[in-house]
């Protein structure tokens, strides 16, 4: 009965041009399920292929153009590749079908009928990251480094053990067409690096990225599933058309680029939030769209929608003033080029955009190796310092940024998600985060799980967990799947004062029908006082969910110190609970928050109160170093 409603409403979640689509779709699938019954090898599946001289001449040179050949001094030599929670050794054999956990993945079967979503057989994410071949070029690059054939060897030896135990259509790895897309572009990166060591393997890695890119562009994430997933596919596959069409006539660039022409606007708000609201998205579409900028510029055409790529970089670096961005939304940890072994994608994806926009977004220590591969000699680069505003609004996309002093604050107005599906949206209107000397304290819970352990999927996404009110452990929007919601919270920012001494924020949102959540954030510098007063007209819980590392103390009833440098004070009585974190995909530690339930038909407003510096609430009122604020005439209520 459950699939039958996922079903259902994964149906009411198409527009009506989506339906036919999907059945042609569907149609395809089971063509392809008999004209490849037989194993059919991805080199293979166009005989028509014709790798000339001059045609591998050509391409050579559009490389030679594009990707910068003496980053190659820096590469790490680390022999363990971590997946996730795991970690697996690039130097020895590799099942490309292990899932997480130690289950294994039936490779024989057609790829349409292993179910991998809705179960708790295994991680599809871990599987799928170990078969995106991240590593190929660093070891392409460790050869280059070192002239060690042991480095050339086992790369061959990977990519033609995965290209046997991974025929077309056969197995996990050919479900999906953005990884399917990745896939082949690290491939080409791997050729570029090798490319004048011309033999059987470099024509091997072309013929592999123009069947893999030939099956995407055939097989695209439209209507309601164009998220994330068809921007990588396009500017994949548009970059690899350009490199590839000396050997092999296709229209994979116009095509690509046409589609990116169309897609950015509707996927990006005009103040440069990615409406998916999650922040890895946003930055795994600006990473694509900054490298896919980078091919037009380099082949002497004007960059794509450079005015958004700019809005979302400011947002992204605004994000990371706190020291670290917080991960609003889901997160897999998804990466697109990682070959010197970078741990923060944030800080190398604001250095490439840095270098890009010329304009110091983030201050770093040292150059990542994957910046200067993709835009050149960049030592010579002055930057231009950028400099945040203590309140930066985002309107459009639905947050509000406060940093000033040692405060950082994020105030979250925005919708769920995007589209239909809302499929990597939170159930988090309201949530504020807050940070501290650089160091998280009231943070987001992280999302842990997306395939399997549907309970803690569902957890990571549930309001309560989320530093918001909720009611009787209702959630604000309703799930109907890990990546589908069905009735949505619709939030709004009322209202922003530039006040004297501060700032001071409103916002609501219906998530519980006709009861309104009202919530007004207020920070006052003089004190860096944040001041939290929710609204509402029945019993309900204000919820908080403090970082893992955080220490906490009660004092009283309704007030606690937090890491000995903090004090918070609430209205009505807190009570201290355990909770869950995800700071990495597929990884969740213990940590703590706050329980207040609060009579809101006996007092409308519940207060909480931080500041590093010792206060008295009492009767709608704040002493503070003998000053007393009062918070009815403060937040206007």
Same mark, same amino acid.
């Given at each position: 009965?459950? /699939?039958?409603?996922?079903?259902? *409403?994964?149906? /009411?979640?198409?527009?009506?041009?989506?339906?036919?689509?999907?059945?042609?779709?569907?149609?395809?699938?089971?063509?392809?399920?008999?004209?490849?019954?037989?194993?059919?090898?991805?080199?293979?599946?166009?005989?028509?292929?014709?790798?000339?001289?001059?045609?591998?001449?050509?391409?050579?040179?559009?490389?030679?153009?594009?990707?910068?050949?003496?980053?190659?001094?820096?590469? &790490?030599?680390?022999?363990?590749?971590?997946?996730?929670?795991? *970690?697996?050794?690039?130097?020895?054999?590799?099942?490309?079908?292990?899932?997480?956990?130690?289950?294994?993945?039936?490779?024989?079967?057609?790829?349409?009928?292993?179910?991998?979503?809705?179960?708790?057989?295994?991680?599809?994410?871990?599987?799928?990251?170990?078969?995106?071949?991240?590593?190929?070029?660093?070891?392409?690059?460790?050869?280059?480094?070192?002239?060690?054939?042991?480095? !050339?060897?086992?790369?061959?030896?990977?990519?033609?053990?995965?290209?046997?135990?991974?025929?077309?259509?056969?197995?996990?790895?050919?479900? &999906?067409?953005?990884?399917?897309?990745?896939?082949?572009?690290?491939?080409?990166?791997?050729?570029?690096?090798? %490319?004048?060591?011309?033999?059987?393997?470099?024509?091997?890695?072309?013929?592999?990225?123009?069947?893999?890119?030939?099956?995407?562009?055939?097989?695209?994430?439209?209507?309601?599933?164009?998220?994330?997933?068809?921007?990588?596919?396009?500017?994949?596959?548009?970059?690899?058309?350009?490199?590839?069409?000396?050997?092999?006539?296709?229209?994979?660039?116009?095509?690509?680029?046409?589609?990116?022409?169309?897609?950015?606007?509707?996927?990006?708000? &005009?103040?440069?939030?990615? /409406?998916?609201?999650?922040?890895?998205?946003?930055?795994?579409?600006?990473?694509?769209?900054?490298?896919?900028?980078?091919? +037009?510029?380099?082949?002497?055409?004007?960059?794509?929608?450079?005015?958004?790529?700019?809005?979302?970089?400011?947002?992204?670096?605004?994000?990371?003033?706190?020291?670290?961005?917080?991960?609003?939304?889901?997160?897999?940890?998804? %990466?697109?080029?990682?070959? @010197? @072994?970078?741990?923060?994608?944030?800080?190398?994806?604001?250095?490439?955009?840095?270098?890009?926009?010329?304009?110091?977004?983030?201050?770093?220590?040292?150059?990542?190796?994957?910046?200067?591969?993709?835009?050149?000699?960049?030592?010579?680069?002055?930057?231009?310092?950028?400099?945040?505003?203590?309140?930066?609004?985002?309107?459009?996309?639905?947050?509000?940024?406060?940093?000033?002093?040692?405060?950082?604050?994020?105030?979250?107005?925005?919708?769920?998600?995007?589209?239909?599906?809302?499929?990597?949206?939170?159930?988090?209107?309201? *949530?504020?985060?807050?940070?501290?000397?650089?160091?998280?304290?009231?943070?987001?819970?992280?999302?842990? =799980?997306?395939?399997?352990?549907?309970?803690?999927?569902?957890?990571?996404?549930?309001?309560?967990?989320?530093?918001?009110?909720?009611?009787?452990?209702?959630?604000?929007?309703?799930?109907?799947?890990?990546? +589908?919601?069905?009735?949505?919270?619709?939030?709004?920012?009322?209202?922003?004062?530039?006040?004297?001494?501060?700032?001071?924020? %409103?916002?609501?949102?219906?998530?519980?029908?006709?009861?309104?959540?009202?919530?007004?954030?207020?920070?006052?510098?003089?004190?860096?006082?944040?001041?939290?007063?929710?609204?509402?007209?029945?019993?309900?819980?204000?919820?908080?969910?403090?970082?893992?590392?955080?220490?906490?103390?009660?004092?009283?009833?309704? &007030?606690?110190?937090? *890491?000995?440098?903090?004090?918070?004070?609430?209205?009505?009585? +807190?009570?201290?609970?355990?909770?869950?974190?995800?700071?990495?995909?597929?990884?969740?530690?213990?940590?703590?928050?706050? !329980?207040?339930?609060?009579?809101?038909?006996?007092?409308?407003?519940?207060?909480? =109160?931080?500041?590093?510096?010792?206060?008295?609430?009492?009767?709608?009122?704040?002493?503070?170093?003998?000053?007393?604020?009062?918070?009815? %005439?403060?937040?206007?209520?």
């Amino acid at each position: 009965m459950k /699939k039958i409603n996922w079903y259902y *409403n994964r149906l /009411k979640a198409m527009s009506p041009a989506e339906i036919p689509y999907r059945f042609i779709q569907l149609s395809k699938k089971h063509y392809g399920r008999w004209k490849y019954s037989e194993n059919t090898s991805v080199l293979e599946l166009d005989s028509n292929i014709n790798l000339s001289k001059k045609g591998i001449d050509e391409t050579n040179k559009r490389l030679e153009n594009l990707y910068y050949k003496d980053f190659l001094s820096v590469i &790490s030599k680390q022999e363990n590749l971590k997946i996730f929670n795991g *970690n697996i050794s690039i130097f020895k054999e590799i099942d490309w079908h292990q899932g997480s956990e130690g289950f294994q993945w039936d490779f024989k079967s057609f790829s349409f009928d292993i179910p991998f979503r809705n179960s708790d057989k295994g991680e599809i994410r871990y599987t799928w990251e170990i078969n995106r071949h991240l590593f190929f070029p660093r070891l392409a690059a460790l050869y280059k480094q070192t002239g060690q054939e042991e480095y !050339l060897k086992i790369l061959k030896k990977h990519f033609y053990d995965w290209v046997d135990k991974n025929p077309f259509y056969k197995g996990v790895n050919w479900s &999906s067409s953005m990884e399917i897309s990745i896939r082949a572009y690290q491939w080409i990166l791997t050729y570029s690096i090798l %490319k004048e060591k011309n033999s059987k393997f470099t024509e091997d890695l072309l013929k592999g990225s123009i069947n893999s890119i030939n099956y995407v562009m055939k097989n695209l994430s439209k209507y309601s599933s164009a998220n994330n997933h068809l921007i990588l596919e396009v500017a994949i596959a548009s970059i690899i058309g350009f490199i590839l069409e000396p050997v092999y006539k296709q229209d994979w660039f116009q095509k690509g680029y046409h589609i990116l022409e169309k897609e950015i606007p509707k996927q990006v708000y &005009s103040d440069g939030v990615n /409406k998916e609201q999650a922040v890895h998205y946003h930055a795994f579409v600006l990473d694509i769209l900054i490298q896919y900028n980078i091919v +037009l510029q380099k082949k002497g055409d004007s960059p794509l929608h450079e005015d958004t790529l700019y809005k979302m970089t400011k947002f992204l670096g605004c994000l990371s003033q706190s020291g670290s961005v917080p991960e609003i939304g889901d997160s897999d940890d998804a %990466k697109i080029v990682c070959f @010197g @072994g970078y741990t923060n994608y944030y800080q190398y994806l604001l250095q490439l955009a840095s270098f890009y926009f010329r304009k110091q977004f983030i201050i770093s220590e040292k150059i990542y190796p994957e910046i200067e591969f993709l835009l050149g000699d960049i030592q010579s680069i002055n930057l231009e310092y950028i400099e945040y505003e203590e309140l930066s609004l985002f309107e459009k996309g639905g947050y509000s940024v406060i940093n000033n002093k040692d405060t950082f604050l994020v105030f979250d107005t925005g919708p769920l998600g995007f589209g239909g599906l809302a499929a990597h949206g939170h159930a988090d209107a309201l *949530n504020i985060i807050y940070n501290y000397r650089n160091k998280p304290v009231l943070v987001e819970p992280g999302t842990y =799980i997306y395939n399997i352990e549907s309970e803690w999927r569902d957890y990571f996404r549930r309001t309560d967990v989320h530093n918001t009110l909720s009611v009787s452990g209702d959630n604000q929007s309703e799930m109907q799947g890990p990546f +589908l919601w069905g009735k949505k919270a619709n939030a709004i920012l009322e209202n922003v004062e530039k006040l004297e001494n501060g700032f001071l924020l %409103k916002g609501k949102h219906d998530g519980y029908d006709s009861s309104i959540h009202h919530r007004a954030v207020c920070y006052l510098k003089k004190y860096e006082l944040l001041i939290i007063a929710d609204r509402f007209d029945k019993e309900a819980d204000i919820n908080y969910t403090f970082d893992s590392l955080v220490q906490i103390k009660q004092q009283t009833s309704n &007030s606690l110190i937090i *890491n000995d440098e903090l004090y918070l004070n609430t209205s009505s009585d +807190l009570q201290i609970i355990e909770k869950y974190v995800s700071n990495k995909f597929m990884e969740k530690i213990k940590s703590s928050g706050l !329980l207040i339930n609060h009579n809101f038909i006996n007092n409308p407003v519940h207060y909480t =109160i931080i500041s590093p510096y010792s206060f008295v609430l009492k009767d709608k009122c704040i002493v503070i170093n003998n000053e007393e604020i009062n918070l009815l %005439k403060l937040l206007g209520e």
